[in-house]
């Protein structure tokens, strides 16, 4: 699948991705990437972020594909039972933070945090990091496998976001033209 072929929606966490954050870069750089903007990016709410989610994927004229990042990677997770699956071809999924990291900020809905019960509808791949401060790899290694996702080990790379040196991200830009590919 090419990028064209799809309407990519970008996906952001806790803050929103700031205007260096690799995810505002590839919005730019994508000609049918959009944001999924939300009401209020410092004090996330599970219902209000995912129902945002759903509300773009039932809006799309072509098949959908996920950029999450952080918590944006639980808000899609979690809005997956609100949208039509036939709609998304798929998710690309870059360091999802734990239930326990979530429950550490206060500003972050609770409900974010519960239990992923179901495998997601759509093929998906989740990046993680070795050294990620929001997520243990085994942490990510275990959502992974409830969703049915691929797992992809990032290394050393942090929370790949602006703060480990992830401004342009090209190397995650290639992973995810490969991750297209096999669409």
């Known amino acids: 699948m090419r990028t064209s072929e799809a309407e990519i929606l970008i996906v952001p966490g806790l803050g929103g991705s700031g205007d260096d954050h690799w995810q ?3 919005n ?5 990437a959009r944001r999924v903007l939300q009401d209020d990016w410092l004090n ?9 989610i ?5 809006r799309a004229e072509l098949p959908v594909i996920f950029i999450a990042h952080s918590l944006g990677v639980l808000a899609v997770v979690h809005a997956a039972p609100l949208i039509d ?4 071809k798929g998710a690309f999924l870059v360091a999802p933070p734990s239930a326990a990291a979530i429950r550490d900020i206060a500003a972050i809905d609770s409900a974010f945090a519960h239990e992923i019960e179901t495998p997601l509808p759509f093929p998906s791949l989740v990046i993680a990091s070795r050294n ?4 243990t790899f085994e942490d990510s290694e275990a959502l992974a496998m409830k969703l049915g996702a691929t797992l992809a080990d990032a290394g050393q790379s942090g929370h790949i976001n602006i703060e480990s040196g992830h401004g342009p991200w090209p190397e995650g830009l290639m992973r995810f033209a ?4 096999g669409l």
């Not at 730019?28 to 049918?32: A, F, G, I, Q, Y």
């Not at 996330?44 to 945002?52: G, H, I, V």
């Not at 490969?178 to 590919?181: A, E, I, M, N, T």
Request: proline residues 6%; hydrophobic residues 40%.
């Open 24 to 26: 505002s870069r590839w």
């Open 28 to 32: 730019e750089k994508l000609p049918t």
């Open 44 to 52: 996330p709410s599970r219902e209000a972020w995912t129902a945002r």
């Open 54 to 58: 759903a509300a773009d994927v039932a």
């Open 85 to 88: 699956a036939s709609k998304v």
């Open 132 to 135: 990620d401060s929001y997520a």
């Open 178 to 181: 490969g991750f297209l590919k």
